[in-house]
């Protein structure tokens, strides 16, 4: 029996990833087909792959209730698939198209299902939210609130506008997840099988690996190029983690410092183009800017992530008198290009199809292709046939966490547009805020923190979206600013105590204290909670602009966050005295201020403070 588990499972995978790969190819099919087919192929790998009980052992063979909701999963879904033209036509929650008694059934089935499948990816926080959504679409008219309360819906209504429409289950998120994002996810897959992620950390090692503290600084480069690919947190710090966290520590790195440093750089992949995160997709979708633009205007605020994540280790390592890897022990990296530099290409390729101005679903399609064709320039490299399967399974299986994930969001984003939830939230941020709009930035930061936490970064960016970026554009803020904010702010969630994700993987692989490493995480993570306020405060980052603002900003942003990441450490040239290192972080904050004047006075004592710490250094003084 298990045999045949494994092979309807790869049957699925496979399946999934040809039709993506497919449509990529030959154009996308109508939306309700194009969204439907992976959410059944999803639902038919979760219940077949994780049990109901966590405490289960996933060797022993699949239940017999575990088929049973496959079962029901292919007609209840696939009801959808084949109904797409009557769905298209039908006016929804009107008497003309009353939903049969076989739709009615459906669609109470569907929500079953889902709520089951996220429960068994995510966990019962995303499938409490979900249910909080339903219970508001059904009662929200019983609300005492008067700003919250609606018209009222009857239960058809609320299943007719889920179900049967493109509002819900079948809208935007999984519309984007199904046309680009589960692409994207089987590229990376095809890129790691090829042995692209190896490649980085060698090639990364054989650049920074001597320097001192130089494998927290692999760590971070390593991150940056692989989180490019993978577009996943979590993905990337088990990816790069396994090798940097423990040479880390074998240099001298405390457990929580390597530990939190990989989870920083790890996440700081999602906002690295030419990919980014999955989320990117539904920023392009929701902003009407193209994906190219996005990954563009990202590069700024990429590099400053990782550079300032680079500096604030650099000076960890002076200050703790921490030397980089012996050089025979570092690879060559003429060396380690002549052997694996032709995996550049793909992403090469990548970005090249995208800036000449093809979809990204075109993009990726032609990526994966050149994938295989350059692998085979080396033999450890090289896809045949039983590689190109397992790429296609792998990257199906990773994907389905993101399908579910927008599957459930769908009920969140229905019953919020349904009910104009999402306005009437948006106005009472805007009125907490009483027209003070940092305040306004601040409720939004807090909001896709809060609801981000335990999820997935698609998961926090929908359900903040939805309130935060029409708060935002209310006070002026261009809409892709606004959604940018709110990307970043839902990546925070998985460096943000209590329920920071990343960080407790990477304490995982150190073996160190969860809390300890995330305490030191946000210690770290200076410039990843200013980055959104910049990007808001200066929109050139994202290259909005003329050039000379572009440049001027980027300059100003780089010295701003020079000096508070060396304030907060307590080191330059020697360590700093407590009121040194209160003088670096506020003269780094006002170098960054929205104010022309206090810029300028910020400059010259940064100027001043900068020949003083150089003096002090010349006298030998390093109490």
Not at 190 to 213: D, K, Q, V, Y
Not at 518 to 528: L, Y
Not at 565 to 577: C, D, K, N, P, Y
Request: glycine residues 8%; proline residues 5%; positive net charge.
């Amino acid at each position: 029996m298990k045999r045949v588990t494994d092979l309807v499972v790869r049957g699925a995978a496979i399946s999934m990833a040809a039709f993506h790969i497919y449509t990529a190819y030959a154009g996308t099919f109508y939306p309700y087909i194009q969204r439907s087919v992976p959410l059944l192929l999803s639902l038919i790998i979760t219940f077949l792959t994780i049990r109901a009980a966590k405490s289960a052992d996933l060797e022993s063979r699949v239940p017999f209730y575990d088929w049973i909701l496959v079962g029901l999963s292919i007609p209840v879904i696939g009801y959808v698939t084949f109904a797409s033209d009557h769905l298209t036509d039908r006016w929804p929650l009107t008497p003309s198209f009353p939903m049969s008694p076989l739709e009615i059934a459906f669609g109470l089935l569907a929500i079953l299902l889902i709520l089951e499948a996220t429960r068994r990816t995510m966990g019962w926080l995303l499938v409490g939210v979900a249910v909080a959504a339903l219970t508001y679409g059904l009662l929200g008219e019983h609300v005492p609130i008067l700003a919250l309360r609606h018209r009222g819906f009857t239960i058809l209504q609320v299943l007719d506008y889920l179900y049967l429409t493109d509002n819900g289950v079948w809208g935007v998120a999984l519309g984007v997840t199904a046309t680009y994002v589960v692409l994207f996810v089987i590229f990376s897959a095809f890129a790691e099988r090829a042995g692209m992620a190896e490649f980085f950390i060698r090639f990364a090692s054989s650049i920074a690996g001597h320097t001192r503290g130089g494998p927290a600084k692999v760590a971070i480069v390593s991150s940056a190029m692989i989180g490019s690919v993978t577009g996943s947190t979590i993905a990337n710090v088990y990816t790069t983690g396994q090798f940097t966290i423990p040479l880390m520590k074998r240099l001298g790195y405390r457990p929580s410092i390597a530990g939190a440093v990989e989870a920083l750089a790890s996440n700081g992949g999602q906002i690295m183009p030419p990919i980014l995160g999955a989320a990117a997709f539904l920023i392009a979708a929701y902003s009407g800017v193209p994906y190219v633009k996005i990954a563009l205007a990202s590069l700024i605020p990429a590099l400053l992530y990782f550079g300032g994540l680079l500096w604030f280790m650099h000076l960890e390592a002076y200050k703790s008198g921490l030397v980089g890897l012996p050089r025979e022990e570092t690879p060559n990296v003429f060396a380690e290009l002549r052997k694996g530099g032709h995996l550049f290409s793909p992403l090469i390729v990548l970005i090249g199809f995208l800036v000449y101005g093809y979809s990204p679903m075109r993009c990726a399609f032609y990526a994966i292709i050149f994938t295989v064709v350059i692998s085979w320039l080396r033999k450890e490299t090289r896809l045949g046939p039983r590689e190109i399967l397992q790429a296609m399974e792998k990257g199906a299986k990773n994907a389905v966490l993101i399908v579910v994930a927008c599957a459930v969001l769908g009920f969140v984003i229905g019953t919020f547009t349904l009910t104009g939830l999402g306005l009437n939230l948006s106005s009472a941020i805007i009125a907490f805020s009483h027209g003070y709009f940092f305040l306004c930035l601040v409720f939004v930061g807090l909001a896709c923190i809060i609801l981000g936490m335990g999820m997935n970064t698609v998961s926090a960016f929908i359900l903040v979206s939805v309130i935060g970026v029409p708060a935002l554009t209310a006070y002026g803020v261009d809409d892709l600013v606004a959604n940018m904010f709110v990307f970043y702010f839902a990546l925070l969630s998985h460096i943000t105590p209590p329920v920071c994700l990343a960080v407790f993987a990477g304490a995982q692989i150190a073996g160190a204290n969860m809390w300890e490493t995330a305490w030191v995480a946000v210690k770290m993570s200076s410039v990843a909670y200013l980055l959104p306020f910049l990007i808001v405060f200066m929109p050139s980052l994202l290259l909005l602009g003329t050039p000379y603002e572009i440049a001027l900003d980027t300059v100003i942003a780089v010295l701003g966050l020079l000096f508070i990441i060396t304030g907060s450490q307590g080191w330059a040239l020697h360590r700093l005295s407590w009121p040194e290192r209160l003088c670096f972080i506020v003269v780094g904050a006002c170098l960054v201020w929205p104010d022309g004047t206090i810029r300028s006075v910020a400059s010259v004592l940064a100027l001043v403070l900068g020949i003083f710490t150089v003096m002090r250094a010349k006298r030998g003084d390093n109490r």
